[in-house]
């Protein structure tokens, strides 16, 4: 009876700290639709109170019950893309706040501000960006050029082009610390270019002259804070700061580098709207980086330019007009709990299952939210223990899809896991996951 008893909590003790878990958002959700819950904060920064949530104001809550996310172990759960669905629940809660109507007659010009070096760049995208920028505190704005693209992918080719210089024997060697981002050695590559080409991991790196570094702070895939690691002289440094909101990380000062990258797909989770934005300090350099946009796309859909400063206005009017009382939820608070819970989550799945690790972020005073927390990385850089020499494969063979370390610049023992899926493919996972043993 005693051995029964055991079984039975090893086999039951993870699920109850689930249900304990889901029910507690549950009822957070119940106690908003009620109005509760509700609390102001005076910040240091700006003097201005900010209204925020007492609850954990989850996007799980589109889990009504535990047993919607039961699951067999037959259906594939795909974590390989970092596709920022998780958002929609919010987007849905601020109904036609962020529509936009475009009449047929509306944006048919190639041109949008003749004046600007970026001319296809929309002026009231450009006021947002702008505004958000500040609002957050997040970025140096102030005497910067914006250059929009269709998306930060785009932008990165863009940069690289207009960093390269056009005269030289050889290409520029493209480089970035390991584990980085997957994608960065074939985008740089694919075009076999005469004026870069890739040259891998940013700490081996030892050939003499020019050299374009990337650094992505925070990173992708392990979400630690980055800096350039080559310092030498000839060196230029292009910054992705796409992860670089509140919801993912602690906001320490506002970035000021030469040039810098966001994109809307992971600050607001708008992906298919297919827009970033580079500031750039150097005025030649953002010219550059408009011809190659002009000759690449002749510029950038007007019409997603137009609904993404929708979006944004969106996220920065609660800010700024805390005394409205039809102000809701606001798009950080909403992200930034529904990170921490996920966060919570995953990391009870993997003590649970004893088979897996995860990097541990210290904890740092962020000037947004003005208090201490930790990172809550958009990615899962997950690491398979108990001799697995191939984490990709061990998972695929459980019908987890993920992205391994070999795509990144380092060991087989690594993948990397979306964390901002949908709710229901959430919980499967870490449900799933829990479960796994040798």
Known sequence: MVQMANVFSMRHFFVLSLALNVSFILRSVFEREQGLNWVGFESEKDQVTQRTRLSVSSSLSSITTLAEAQDSGERIINLDHGDPTMYEKYWQQMGDKTTVVIPGWQYMSYFSDISNIC???????????????????????????????????QLYLAALFALSPSDASEPI?????????????????????????????????????????????????????RHSVVNRNKGILLHDLAYYWPQYTPISSPADHELMLFTVSKSTGHAGMRIGWAIVKDKEVAKRMTKFVEL?????????????AKVLKA??????????????????????????????????????????????????????????SEPRPAFAWLKCENDIEDCETFLRGHKILTRGGKHFGVGPMYVRVSMLDRDENFIRFVKRLSTIRV
């Open 296 to 308: 690449n796309t002749i510029g950038v859909s007007k019409d997603s330019q137009i609904r993404a």
């Open 173 to 225: 060697s493209v480089v970035s610390q390991a584990p980085y981002y997957s994608s960065y050695p074939s985008m740089t590559d694919c075009l076999k270019s005469g004026l870069y080409k890739w040259a891998g991991e940013a700490q081996n790196f030892s050939k003499e002259g020019p050299y374009i570094e990337l650094v992505t702070s925070p990173n992708n895939p392990d979400g630690t804070a």
């Open 315 to 372: 996220v920065s009017d609660p800010y700024e007009h805390v005394d409205d009382s039809e102000v809701g939820e606001t798009f950080f608070d909403f992200s930034y709990h529904s990170m921490a819970e996920r966060w919570k989550l995953l990391r009870e799945a993997v003590e649970h299952s004893g088979m897996f690790s995860l990097p541990k972020f210290p904890p740092a005073f962020c000037t947004f939210f003005n208090q201490v």
């Open 119 to 153: 001319w296809f760049l929309e002026p009231e995208f450009a006021k947002q960006v702008v505004r958000l920028h500040k609002v957050v505190g997040n970025a140096v704005t102030d005497g910067r050029h914006i250059v929009v693209g269709t998306g930060s992918s």
